[in-house]
């Protein structure tokens, strides 16, 4: 196909220009999800787990203590955000890791994917995204980063763009699927090199590959959108992701157009021997997650899966509007949740779940925190008291339940990371911290600004009433410390005695 983008194309690249859209404040609900015996339920948080812009088509990962996130950016530019748990990654900073410059590939980066594989080089990230100059978005062709070692942040080198189609046509949103010690190369393109408006269906192909950033051959189609629910806009079968249990293969995909609300996820299943074969894949009839009204989550697809920190979950995090009237830009944000298996061994996605409803983080998260000490502040005048939020105000009780009101994690300061400045980020809600609003102490989101990392910033300084025991004093109020009144934690000027044991606190676990 030449690269003169369809049609269906040019929404898509006009459609990335949409305004960010205003999330609605809704009433919270809490779902139970069960967790097996003895696991422990990660940190709570709400969707999105990363907001606009650079947050569609996500993957995420967890390994030796973070999570790792990355999504399409439609620049030349590829971000990676590191959090030792999953709510966390909506305050993570993005760090850059790659900047593009190779010929033809230079913008429009879409659908990155990690993976963990044994290469030339030893145990490396390789890094496959797609590509095309900066005109979108009929260039788009499949690369291929590879780590310096074995940290997910890189640094990365390129390795090469993969040669997947006749006259080395359109590809997109390749991942790397491993069967029985093997690594194939799956990925999605139009049959005959031609577009939607040639009569073209955007399919599924595979191909082996012989090292991480080299295909055996080119691909072989394995799926086309045939049924009724994957040509809704468009006939789409794009994103695929493999997702495997119990010596059993599926190789789930993005169905429909994903300008419409309709855009969702489809499997196919290895019931063959051979995958490079169409006829061993056999395509579960229905879809199995799709937009839900009732929960206001429209085109929830382009997905990846990954496993709790103690490896007794399965989760998705997926891309999803908040209207279904925005489409295929940058309005759409990513979302995780966990999954199930039928009876029949079959992958259960469940159902979308709104924006206002709290999940438990995902098994072990809180025992795999890393470095950052999680821990209490014990008061120095009420030493069965201590400092915990509840409906997002701050105070000292004793005997917080649950406990995880009353922990939280100990960060360099927001407003400035030297020697002895700290913030606290709540374990429970994740990228909320303490911070003071008309003198009164908070627990409320980050939100980005210089008000915020400021009123959020604090100086340990050795105790005022005792100074083998801290105080806090105000970042951008330096006259106050952090002291209680009445059991409710605020900054004030500290000028008498019972004033210094009021702001007298000790970090313990």
């Not at 990363?50 to 996130?69: C, E, F, K, Q, R």
């Not at 908040?322 to 159902?351: F, H, K, M």
């Not at 999680?374 to 201590?386: E, G, I, K, W």
């Amino acid at each position: 196909m030449t690269d003169n983008p369809p049609r269906s194309m040019r929404i898509r690249a006009r459609a990335m220009a949409a305004a960010l859209v205003t999330a609605v404040a809704v009433a919270v609900s809490v779902v139970a999800v069960p967790t097996p015996s003895g696991a422990a339920p990660g940190a709570s948080f709400q969707n999105p787990v990363v907001g606009t812009p650079n947050s569609a088509d996500p993957w995420l990962g967890y390994h030796n203590g973070n999570y790792y996130y990355t999504a399409t950016t439609w620049t030349g530019n590829i971000y990676i955000r590191r959090a030792s748990t999953l709510g966390g990654l909506r305050t993570a900073p993005e760090t850059r890791v790659f900047t593009m410059s190779q010929p033809n590939a230079t913008s429009n980066m879409w659908a990155p994917s990690m993976h963990l594989l044994n290469g030339p080089n030893g145990q490396r990230w390789y890094l496959y995204y797609s590509a095309g100059p900066s005109a979108c978005c009929g260039g788009q062709r499949q690369h291929v980063l590879e780590s310096a070692g074995t940290d997910p942040m890189g640094p990365y080198t390129y390795r090469g763009q993969l040669s997947l189609m006749p006259n080395n046509g359109w590809s997109i949103d390749g991942s790397v699927m491993t069967v029985n010690g093997v690594n194939y190369f799956v990925f999605s393109a139009f049959t005959n090199n031609s577009g939607f408006e040639n009569g073209g269906l955007q399919s599924l192909y595979i191909t082996r590959l012989t090292n991480p950033w080299t295909p055996a051959a080119l691909g072989a189609l394995i799926s086309e959108p045939t049924l009724s629910w994957e040509r809704q806009g468009n006939p789409v079968n794009e994103g695929p992701y493999v997702l495997q249990r119990g010596g059993r293969t599926f190789l789930t995909y993005s169905a429909s157009y994903c300008g419409t609300p309709d855009y969702k996820i489809g499997a196919l299943e290895l019931t063959g021997t051979n995958p490079l074969s169409r006829s061993s894949w056999s395509k579960l009839a229905n879809p199995l997650f799709q937009r839900s009204d009732a929960n206001g989550v429209y085109g929830p697809a382009h997905h990846s899966f990954f496993t709790s920190p103690d490896g007794t979950e399965d989760w998705i995090v997926y891309h999803a509007n908040s209207s279904s009237s925005q489409g295929c830009g940058t309005t759409r944000t990513s979302r995780a949740q966990r999954i199930s298996w039928n009876p029949d061994g079959t992958p259960n996605l469940g159902v979308p779940v709104s924006t206002s409803t709290v999940l438990a983080g995902p098994s072990g998260e809180l025992n795999n925190a890393g470095a950052v000490p999680v821990q209490r502040l014990q008061s120095y005048n009420f030493q069965d008291r201590y400092v915990r939020h509840q409906d997002y105000a701050v105070r000292i009780d004793p005997n917080v339940n649950p406990a995880l009101d009353g922990q939280f994690r100990v960060v360099p300061g927001l407003a400035n990371n030297g020697s002895g400045y700290v913030s606290f980020e709540s374990v429970n809600f994740p990228g909320r911290y303490l911070r003071h609003a008309n003198y009164v102490l908070r627990l409320d989101p980050n939100n980005g600004s210089t008000t915020f990392r400021e009123d959020a910033t604090f100086r340990q300084v050795a105790g005022l009433a005792n100074s083998s025991w801290s105080s806090f004093q105000s970042y951008n109020f330096p006259d106050r410390y952090v002291r209680h009144s009445n059991y409710v934690l605020r900054i004030d000027p500290v000028n008498d005695d019972p004033g210094r044991a009021d702001a007298t606190f000790r970090r313990t676990s």
